[in-house]
Structures are given as structure tokens and as C-alpha cells.
């Protein structure tokens, strides 16, 4: 088949299903006109598929697919569309099973590949899409960019910038002023909007990557014609406000004519991130109501959350007319850091007059907990995850963890190891913390204790003399945030000496550099020691630091004080 056939049969389903939709109003009146069709052609089923999956019905056009002998290009595409809709083991092994059947010359058509690629992606299963992109000999942009967010939703961000390295330049800034349209998925195929589409997702890569240099050596490189879109300017004051640039991300939003709902939210966001929760509610107060929604509202009060502003979130909660799960999980998360645990309980509880438990409601109260050091209240809320919700393992292996942490840092070690040889019998893993940061432009990943490095000698060797000269000015270690035995070999200081942010820290001082800014990215929540350490870091060094934990940013200040005020 030419490619030019292919067209033909792409625009013959789509104005098919236009029509069918025009005309009957409904999938329901189309599907009766379908079975009393006594001679159905490829074009009608494909009609009825793409219906069913523009009307989240993607179950029911993998059963209609299932009835054709032998599916064209255009079919084998919507059902991949189908299994990336629904996304489960069952359409992941029907994807294998398809992608290995279909003849070779379907591999040739880059909406199906592309399609494919994104199907891998949604269903969990990266290797495979990443070994189709490595294969194919003709790439395209939507096949970069589906690879490059799939990429990042599976946190392996530094692989999606590095894919964005691989695009060749004349791909990516090659003229096009086409006005066609593909038919199949109803977007432009002009370059400006693939150049959009690419930029958006290397832009969502580096706000979850979280360091400013790396973050600015890219933009520098966009093209003015794409930094004038909307949806990148959106996007920018989102990544500003994940990398810890505030001022840059309000220039952006001050500079935007028009702004959206997007563009205010995602301002609203960068100061609460950055502990500036008065900034966030004095412009939440000045967003346009009918920009605001629930996305707005866990944005604002997640800024609360983190400045301590309890009764502002308070207010602001108890005027919202319909809550979601997540308006009321980030509500518990403000009045459980605070130690507001009977309200936090009370707000569980009339979340549950309404609707079903949901499991996500307990994790802030269980956090808040442990901030506290609170075992019974710990304990209790664990027993009642694991009564409530005892099928979901992995959310239950993180709350575990959590009540082992807390009877650690109450002094239960043994407890604490009872819980955690528990989770070990049961196939329960850790997440692994992971401390990232650049240094001259590469960038360093770092593991508690870690030895991998060349210079790991250097590194360890500097960590011994942050440490001598912090305790010279005053620092004890916190045992508290020691949550395992201690080993004859080791020490309280060893210990935490250890952790990965301050071995990222000592890597910016080997060798006699003299760093004036270290920023560094942590996927799990920094510890009360490292907090404090850090504060008297960049006050002898005399050097600024910010750390994006799990939860917020930390701006650390050579006056050894730190943008959250230690509330967090």
C-alpha cells in the first residue's frame, strides 16, 4: 500500500466518524446502525473504534478490533490507542501480542510506531518502547517526544533530556509553514507545533530534574517563535518555580498579557513551593473566579501547608463547594503538619460521610505523626491503612516504613527492626534516597554512604572536615533520625555523615573549589539533621544552598537560616 492510500484511508475514518457523530448524536445510536450493517468494511470498524475511544469506551473498540481478520494500519494504530487508554498488564501482553503478528511494513508508518510507543510507555513498560525508538531508522518528533514523556513519568528524567540531545537540529528547526492537519490525531503537523510539542516535554524533564543550571542552559537555546506560545510560558513558570527560581517564574507570569488559568496556578504553585505562602494566597485572592479549580485550590493550600497558615487554608478549605480526594488530602497534610490531629481526624472522617475510604487521606496524618514522634497515633493510623485498604501493597510498604521511622526516632530500635525484618519476609523494598547535583555542568547522583564516585576518597575526606568544623560551631548530632541500628563500627556521626545531601555538598568543596550557590534535588524528604547541618554549612562557607526534597524547596542562606523557618 502507498502512502498515499494510507492517507486516503486515515481521512476516510475520520470524516466516517465525523459523520456518525454529527448525525447520531451518540456512540450508543451509532453502534445500532453498525451491527444492522450487514457488509462492514475495515473503514466502518475503525469509524466505531476511534468513537469508542473518544468516549473512554477503549474496552469495547479491543473487543470490535478482536472481530477483524485481517486489520489494516489504521486499525492496528487505534487499538494501540485503546491500550494505552486503559493501560493495564491485560493490554500491555495485548500489545506484545499484536506488535509481534502485524506485518513488518506497519513499522514503516510512523503514526502506528509512534502509537506503539506511547501504548509501551503508558503500560509501564519503558524497555520495550525505548528499544522500538532505537530501532526505527526514521525518527520523527512525535516518536522524540512520546519517548521523552514517557521518560520522565517514569522519573528517568535525565534520559529524556539526553533523548532531546539526540534530535538532529534541521529536524527540529526545519521550516515548514504547512497549514495540513493530520487527521488521525487532530493536531498540526507544522513544525512550529511539533517544535512546541518537543520543547513542552523537555521542559516538564528538567523541572522534575530541579537544577537551575542545567534548567537555564537549555532554555537559552529555544527559539523566540516557541517561547511566544502560551503553553511554554505556562510551562516555564512551572519549571522556574521546581528549580527554585521564583523571579524568574514571576518575570514570565508578569509578562504574559493573557493569562490563563494555567499560567496563574502554576504561579501559585512556584510560591508555595518556595515556602512564600503569603505571596501564593495574596494571588490566589486576585486570580479571576472563574480561572480557578480544584488544582488551584490543592496549590494554594498545599502553599499553606508549608508556611504554617493554618486558618487562611481553613477559610479557604471550608468555602470550596465541591472537595476532592486530593482538596481534602492536602488540607490533613496543612492541619497534621501543624499537629492539629484531632481536626486533621475530623476532616478523614467527614470525608468519609461522603464517599468511599481512599487510602491517600491517611499518608499526611501518618507523616504528620512522625514529625511528632507520635507512635500511638502512628500505630493506629497503619492498623486502620491495613484494615481499610489491604490489597495496596505498595502504598502500605511506605506506611510501614514511615511507623518503623517513628518508633526509631522515639528510641524503639527494636521495635523499629521488628517492623522492618517484617517487611522483609513480606518482599517489601525501601525506596532508596538519591541525592542529585551539578558541578561544573555534569551532573552527580549520590546514594547514602556512597563509594562509586572516583573521587569518592576526596568526598568522604571532605565530609570529615564539614563535620569537625560545624561541630566546632555548635552542632550535635540528632540520633533521632538514626532509624537502625547502630553497628560496632560505626557512630552516631559517621551515620549521618553519610547521608546523600551532604556527601552531594562535600563534592562541591574537593579540591579548594569555593562554590558561591549549591543546588541539589532529593527524591525523598530531607531529615531534620541535614536540615540543620546545612544551615551551618552556608553559613561557613558562605555559600547559598537549595535542596528540593520530596516536599518543598529549602533556600539555605549564608546568614544559616532557611526559607522554611525549620517548619516542615
Known amino acids: 500500500m502507498t502512502s498515499q492510500e494510507i492517507q486516503n484511508r486515515f481521512i476516510t475514518i475520520i470524516s466516517c466518524s465525523r459523520l456518525i457523530k454529527v448525525q447520531c448524536g451518540d456512540v450508543t445510536r451509532a453502534q445500532l446502525l453498525f451491527d444492522k450493517s450487514t457488509k462492514k468494511t475495515l473503514v466502518m470498524y475503525g469509524a466505531m473504534m476511534k468513537g469508542y475511544i473518544k468516549n473512554n469506551s477503549a474496552t469495547n473498540a479491543i473487543d470490535l478490533f478482536k472481530e477483524v481478520k485481517n486489520p489494516n494500519e489504521v486499525m492496528v494504530n487505534l487499538v494501540f490507542n485503546a491500550c494505552a487508554q486503559l493501560a493495564t498488564e491485560y493490554e500491555l501482553n495485548l500489545l506484545k501480542s499484536i506488535s509481534s503478528v502485524i506485518s513488518s511494513s506497519f513499522y514503516s508508518n ?64 526545519r521550516e515548514n509553514h504547512s497549514e495540513k492537519k493530520n487527521l488521525l490525531f487532530e493536531k498540526k503537523t507544522d513544525c512550529l507545533e511539533a517544535n512546541v510539542t518537543i520543547y513542552l516535554c523537555l521542559i516538564k524533564a528538567l523541572a522534575k530534574l530541579g537544577i537551575f543550571e542545567q534548567a537555564q542552559s537549555f532554555v537559552q537555546q529555544i527559539p523566540s517563535s516557541v517561547l511566544a506560545d502560551q503553553r511554554i510560558r505556562n510551562a516555564l513558570i512551572h519549571m522556574w518555580g521546581k528549580v527554585g527560581s521564583v523571579d524568574e517564574a514571576r518575570r514570565i507570569f508578569e509578562n504574559i498579557s493573557q493569562l490563563d488559568h494555567i499560567g496563574w496556578t502554576a504561579m501559585i504553585n512556584s510560591y508555595g513551593l518556595n515556602g512564600m505562602g503569603v505571596e501564593a494566597v495574596k494571588l490566589f485572592h ?67 460521610r461522603d464517599q468511599a475510604p481512599a487510602l491517600t487521606i491517611y499518608m499526611p496524618l501518618l507523616s504528620g505523626a512522625r514529625n511528632q514522634k507520635n507512635t500511638k497515633l502512628s500505630q493506629e493510623v497503619v492498623d486502620r491503612m491495613q484494615k481499610l485498604f489491604p490489597n495496596m501493597k505498595s502504598s502500605l510498604v511506605a506506611a510501614s516504613i514511615l511507623l518503623a521511622n517513628v518508633y526509631a526516632s522515639s528510641g524503639d530500635i527494636e521495635k523499629a527492626t521488628d517492623i522492618k525484618i517484617e517487611l522483609h519476609k ?34 568522604h575526606e571532605q565530609a570529615d572536615r564539614m563535620s569537625k568544623r560545624i561541630i566546632e560551631h555548635g552542632h550535635k548530632y540528632d540520633a533521632s533520625w538514626i532509624v537502625r541500628p547502630v553497628q560496632p563500627d560505626e557512630t552516631i556521626e559517621t551515620l549521618l555523615c553519610g547521608h ?3 556527601l552531594a555538598m562535600a563534592a562541591h568543596f574537593i579540591r579548594n573549589r569555593k562554590p558561591k550557590r549549591i543546588q541539589m534535588t532529593k527524591n525523598l524528604r530531607m531529615c531534620g539533621d541535614c536540615h540543620e547541618v546545612t544551615k551551618l554549612v552556608a553559613l561557613i562557607y558562605q555559600c547559598e544552598i537549595v535542596v528540593r526534597d520530596a516536599n518543598r524547596i529549602h533556600h539555605f542562606n549564608m546568614n544559616g537560616q532557611c526559607s522554611c523557618q525549620d517548619y516542615f
Open 500 to 502: 546523600s545531601e551532604r
Open 286 to 352: 486576585q486570580m479571576p473566579k472563574e480561572f480557578i479549580n480544584d488544582l488551584t485550590y490543592v496549590c494554594v493550600l498545599n502553599a499553606c501547608s508549608h508556611s504554617g497558615l493554618v486558618d487562611v487554608a481553613r477559610s479557604i478549605f471550608n468555602n470550596i463547594q465541591k472537595k476532592t480526594e486530593i482538596i481534602y488530602t492536602t488540607m490533613i497534610d496543612c492541619l497534621s503538619r501543624r499537629a492539629a490531629f484531632e481536626e486533621a481526624q475530623q476532616i478523614i472522617e467527614q470525608f468519609e
Open 426 to 459: 513480606s518482599g517489601g523494598k525501601k525506596q532508596i534516597g538519591v541525592t542529585v547535583t551539578d558541578i561544573d555542568g555534569k551532573l552527580w547522583k549520590f546514594r547514602a554512604h556512597d563509594r562509586s564516585h572516583a573521587e569518592s576518597a576526596e568526598i
Open 110 to 173: 510512523h503514526y502506528v510506531l509512534t502509537s506503539l510507543i506511547d501504548a509501551f510507555i503508558k503500560c509501564g513498560d519503558v524497555k520495550s518502547a525505548k528499544s522500538l525508538f532505537d530501532k526505527s531508522t526514521r525518527k520523527t518528533l512525535p516518536m522524540y517526544g512520546a519517548l521523552m514523556a514517557g521518560l520522565t513519568i517514569n522519573d528517568q528524567e535525565e534520559q529524556a533530556i539526553a533523548i532531546f540531545n539526540e534530535i538532529p537540529l534541521n529536524e527540529l528547526h
